[in-house]
């Protein structure tokens, strides 16, 4: 199958021209001709027989920058010299690094930031574990932990390939809300030794975000760890996800003027993602969940090995409806995919009741690419940022862990995820909400102080805030923008 991987995708081709046997104009149009779309063109060197030119030409797929390149290799008096991939070029070496927050310029600072005066501070924290909180990166930094066993919806694709995933988080939690973040992909994909690892590195963190860990065991590690650790643990995929899945559905039902309570909704893929959203729509007062994966609809008729589908059929598909996707979705008000790429067809859609929601939130292709569904669909949303209405959970972790980490939360709760999903929801005014603009953007820098706020407030309510309150309130007065060098000092 062939889903289009982003209009904005771009290779450059560096090539050679010999003068006399061919014309920039004719490789020009070649290009465009094929399909290519030449964005920008650099005169690399210019020599009397020859040219060397940068040519950046944006692909609708990657079948077409391999098709492109070998034709122009063809085209006599035309050396390719090189191919890169913009894409590529921006991980050369990795997306992050460590930056000192003050330069250490001479002996008196070499003495206060590391020996003999560190020790001081080191005696300090010993007295007072707490004091790690103020003392130490622990105050600002969130772990991004992964095994790599589902990885996006590429599968277990190992712990190095994980790595861009999670290097991709980290820059995003320090962008938008000041979060400093270390990716850490284990090489283990053990339950307990995962469990044992995390717990060995907490010392460090003021919270840890798990990502992209397979179901059914993230649920047992993420249990575990929130229950044996005091600070904040946050399976990404599945919470993140239910949060802003939905935030979403929220601003979704309110424009196509239904109820979410009476809106009949099929969840495709019963994993990570798939059971915090069901959780999360059960709490929000939905009745009507039917979950499929790919046996079909998961129903209270039938036992399963995975114990969390066995919960699952017990809580949702009250009407024991049985079968594929294609059959239990007629009807649906809402489909929301968490499983693969290509799922959902058209004449799926076609059979759902009027006004359909459809979220395709596998990433990085979804269950329906959002150009044939667009005629049948009322409101559609993928995980992608290439398209309107993206769902995915960097709307909600960079936020909830900033709310989190300010009021030295030791849990995120139940109500501080539901607080997320409303303060993400109402970014969007009643005058803003249209079909193409049911969720904000992620750059709008208004998302992640409305979720800190709301986050915030929750934790007092739930009682897991550790801070007292005029002492978190001086720090979200500091605004976000401030985080980045911000630095107090209490014991
Ligand atoms: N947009 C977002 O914010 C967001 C967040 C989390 C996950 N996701 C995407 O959701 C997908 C699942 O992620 P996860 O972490 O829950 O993974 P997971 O491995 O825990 O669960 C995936 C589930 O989908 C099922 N599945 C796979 N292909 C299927 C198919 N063809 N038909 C029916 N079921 C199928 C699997 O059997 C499994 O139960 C991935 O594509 C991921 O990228 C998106
Ligand atoms: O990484 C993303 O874009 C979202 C999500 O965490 C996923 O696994 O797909
Ligand atoms: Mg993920």
New binding site residues.
């Given amino acids: 199958m062939s889903i289009s991987m982003g209009a904005k995708t771009s290779i450059i081709l560096r090539l050679k021209l010999e003068k006399e046997l061919v014309s920039f104009g004719k490789i020009a149009s070649i290009i465009s001709e094929v399909g290519g779309d030449i964005i920008a063109i650099d005169v690399i060197q210019e020599g009397k027989t020859f040219t060397i030119r940068d040519i950046t030409v944006n692909i609708t797929d990657y079948g077409l920058g391999d098709r492109l390149v070998s034709i122009v290799k063809e085209i006599s008096g035309v050396h390719v010299i090189n191919v890169s991939d913009r894409t590529f070029l921006m991980h050369l070496g990795g997306k992050i690094e460590t930056v000192p927050k003050m330069p250490i310029k001479n002996r008196d600072d070499l003495s206060r930031v590391y020996t003999p005066e560190v020790a001081r501070v080191c005696k300090a924290i010993q007295e007072k574990s707490s004091r790690a909180h103020s003392l130490t990166i622990k105050r600002n930094t969130v772990a991004v932990v992964s095994d790599g ?2 990885v ?4 277990n694709i190992g712990p190095e390939a994980a790595m861009p995933v999670m290097e991709g988080k980290a820059m995003l939690f320090k962008q938008l809300a000041g979060v400093d973040a270390f990716p850490i992909c284990l090489a283990t994909q053990d339950t307990e030794e995962i469990i044992r690892i995390v717990k060995a590195l907490a010392p460090t963190f003021g919270g840890i975000n798990l990502e ?4 059914p065991k ?1 649920f047992e590690i993420e249990q575990r760890l929130s229950q044996e650790l005091d600070i904040p643990v946050f399976h ?3 919470h ?2 239910a949060v ?2 939905l935030a979403g559905l929220i601003n979704a039902v309110k424009l196509v003027g239904k109820d979410l309570a009476d809106c009949k909704v099929v969840v ?8 915090a959203c069901t959780k999360m729509l059960l709490a929000a007062g939905v009745r009507d969940v039917i979950g ?3 046996e079909g609809a998961i129903v209270a008729t039938r036992r399963y090995e995975n114990s969390f589908w066995n919960w699952y059929a017990a809580h949702t598909n009250p009407r024991r409806l049985e079968g594929s ?1 294609s059959e239990v979705i007629k009807g649906a008000d809402i489909f929301i ?7 959902l067809k058209v004449e799926d859609i076609q059979s759902m009741a009027p006004d359909p929601i459809v979220f395709a ?4 292709v979804p269950e329906i690419a959002p150009d044939q569904a667009e005629p049948y669909v009322r409101v559609m949303a ?2 992608r940022s290439d398209y309107p209405n ?5 709307l909600c972790f960079p936020g909830i862990f900033r709310g989190a980490l300010d009021c030295r939360a030791s849990k995120i709760t139940e109500e501080m995820k539901l607080a997320a999903a409303q303060a993400i929801a109402s970014v969007v005014s009643d005058e803003e909400l249209s079909e193409q603009y049911i969720i904000p953007s992620v750059f709008n820098s208004r998302v992640v102080e409305k979720v800190r706020e709301a986050v915030i407030e929750a934790a007092y309510q739930s009682g897991v805030a550790r801070r007292d309150r005029r002492s978190t309130q001086k720090e979200m007065a500091k605004g976000i923008a401030a985080k980045e060098n911000a630095f107090s000092f209490s014991m």
């Avoid at 996006?152 to 599968?155: C, I, M, N, Q, T």
């Avoid at 939130?361 to 990085?364: E, G, K, L, V």
């Avoid at 993206?390 to 960097?394: R, S, T």
């Fill in positions: 066993s589902a996006l919806g590429l599968g992209d860990i397979a179901s993230c990404d995929d599945q993140g996800t802003v899945a495709c893929g019963i994993g990570a993602a798939g059971i499929v994966d790919r996707l995919g968490v499983s693969g790429p290509g799922v939130m596998a990433n990085p993928t995980g993206q769902i995915n959970n960097v």
